[in-house]
């Protein structure tokens, strides 16, 4: 079974950035689509940003141009660096493949506030 561990949360002001990282055990990694999901408070979980299986990118619409999303098969990690935070980026940061078949991490949490 793979193992996710996310990492890189924290808080952050209104306009900053912050990068995660979400390193999966296993070799099967580089041949998964990876994905980001977040979970904000009293909401369900959504996909944010994720690769498809012919190796293309999609973002939700709200945090497309301020987000990006990237891996390393070599490291068995994929990343999600996220520009001009906003309130409503606030919430639990998980990856998972785009199927969501693996057990979930902890997740990183991310706030954004003033």
């Known amino acids: 079974q793979v193992q996710l561990v996310e990492s890189g949360g924290g808080l952050v002001q209104p306009g900053g950035s912050l990068r995660l990282s979400c390193a999966a055990s296993?070799?099967?990694?580089?041949?998964?689509?990876m994905a980001w999901y977040r979970q904000a408070p009293g909401k369900q979980r959504e996909l944010v940003a994720h690769?498809?299986?012919?190796?293309?990118?999609n973002y939700l619409d709200s945090v497309k141009g301020r987000f990006t999303i990237s891996r390393d098969n070599a490291k068995n990690t994929v990343y999600l660096q996220m520009n001009s935070l906003k309130p409503e980026d606030t919430g639990v940061y998980y990856c998972?493949?785009?199927?969501?078949?693996?057990?979930w991490g902890q997740g990183t949490q991310v706030t954004v506030s003033s």
């Open positions: 690769f498809t299986s012919g190796g293309s990118i």
């Open positions: 296993g070799r099967i990694f580089s041949f998964y689509a």
């Open positions: 998972n493949n785009l199927g969501s078949s693996w057990t």
